[in-house]
């Protein structure tokens, strides 16, 4: 048999047994992308209408009506943008909201309190800095424009800004900048609406309750929920209340949950019976089958995410950014209090709202709060939520007009520029500390919230490495799983890379999809009974196309063993019961997949190439040191 080839770059699963639980990092990297977009977009805007103003004001001044009989809604391009568009950018804001809160860091409640208070502290200070240069001006009404972070612009240039180990500061950050959002939403519906018509409002709200109700039932048509929510849409707008506040409300009834083995085996089952009859009834059995095993906010934000990212938050820059720019200009922008107190609170303010309220919970807890990365990550964190282009666009064209909303959107893109520079000087100013200081100034000493229900039993599970290594890798895997098998050399060559690292194997046969996956596992516990289990470990996984009976016990008389106590062994699956442990534990862990990590009992998310899995048991070692007495 030829050897097997370096295994490629990969982040995939069984395509039957994918981890359903929307990833954290797949969520960063469409922001992170959306970003460059962003600032396209921006800078589009700035040189169309320092080219052309009088093009660029009239494209966005037109104005386009949607009729109905005798019912219409008329509003310019310009606002069909900011409150229509920008609705579904908020909807994708209140589905990772909703993720945060069932899957993410915010799953443990007291967790929620401090990057809440962190930040209603980052805006409150922000906004405290904004009204000391406005007091006693009509402008002071402005306040809301020096509250929110742009999620995308923030989080994108912290990936180009950032230290090391970004992926803690960026979830971090995203909590940070969740409650963010959601806060300055309730002030745009509250502060900054028109005169509040009831009739109508009260019609929006019957509705809303409505897609309460169809939630509850679990409804699953989405074109009764694009329906209700276009209707409550309308019946905001003609309320008087901004209207995007619909699609936040919307968001947040959108559960996430990981897939149950259960649910996938099902999905397994249906496609099967489609794959020997394939029929349209069959055809429809499968798909409402496999749409019941996602949760509706992993398939939302899969669909809604890239186009708000892409499309509908560039189009708004494009629709809001552009002021035309010349010496007077700036000399009359750099001179006045709403340009100022945008700059001000948001480069000054915002971070030490940020960092101040975390240090004060950290300190009045005794300890019980503290951040999951460390104090210049804080730091850094907190200077780069100082872009607040988005959101604060959108409400400065709420409260502000002509000249003033000029000089507004200077104090934006000012701040924007100046939130970044100080970013990049905190964290070249971390580079400078010793190792050990630096690593602890990034991740922190907090602890981390564990993933894996079942902690590493040396008496018990299988270890490979050291068992008292400061760094743990643990896989449930199937040795008839065709990404397990990929993973296997990358695993070796981790253990090769580093000595301090234990690796543990658990078994999660998908019987559903793999018919031999079972019988293997058992091969492996009969070979464990006699002091062999990594051996067979090693031949099962490297000969994936021959698990049969005989070619299992082919394996122990080749390994040296005991030929019939192995087949023994097999014949009264004398291991099912061990493997059965392993399943309940990943059960228990919200595992359905293979090859699915945990290090150091934390998930481990994304490619699981040597290169990303270096790079994870790097930082986990670093906590562990950091962690000791």
Known sequence: MTSAPDPPRFSGRTAWARSLETPLREFLR???GGAAFLLTAAVAALVWVNVDASSYNSVWSTTLSIRVSDASVALDLRSWVNSGLMTFF??????????EFDLGELRERRRFALPLLAGIGGMAVAVAVYLAFNAGRPSAHGWGVAMSTDTAFALGMLALVGPRFPDRLRAFMLTVVVVDDIVALVVIATVYSGPIRFVPLAVALALYALIFVARTVRLRVGLVYLALGGAAWVGLLKAGVEPVVIGLAMGLLAYAYPASRSTLERATERFREFREQPTAELARSAGAQLRAATSDNERLQQLFHPWTSYAIVPLFALANAGIAINGGFLARGFSSPITLGILFGYVVGKP?????????LARLSGGRLQPPVGWAAVAGGGTIAGIGFTVS?????????????????????????????VTWLVFRATELLPHRLRVRALLGTAEQLTDLYDEVDPERDH??????????????????????????PVLRELLRDFTDVSYVWRHLPLNDVHPRAQLAAEAAEAAADQGAFWEMHDLLLDHQDALRPDDLVGYARQLGLDVDRFTDALRTHS???????DVDSADLSGVSGTPTFFINGRRHYGAYDI???????????????LARP
Request: hydrophobic share 50%.
């Open 352 to 360: 030490a709202g940020i960092f101040g309220t975390t240090w004060l």
């Open 393 to 421: 666009l959108l409400v400065a064209t709420l409260a502000f007009h002509g000249t003033q909303l000029e000089e507004a959107k200077l104090g934006i893109l000012s701040a924007a520029l100046g939130a970044s520079i």
């Open 463 to 488: 270890v490979r490495g050291p068992v008292d290594a400061p760094v743990s890798v643990v896989e449930y895997g199937d040795f008839e799983c065709p990404y397990c098998g990929q993973a296997e």
């Open 575 to 581: 291991g099912a019961a061990r493997i059965a442990e």
């Open 30 to 32: 469409t922001e992170t």
């Open 90 to 99: 908020f909807f994708v804001v209140g589905l990772e909201a909703r993720r």
């Open 611 to 625: 290169d990303t899995l270096s790079a994870a048991v790097r930082a986990a070692g670093a906590r562990a040191v």
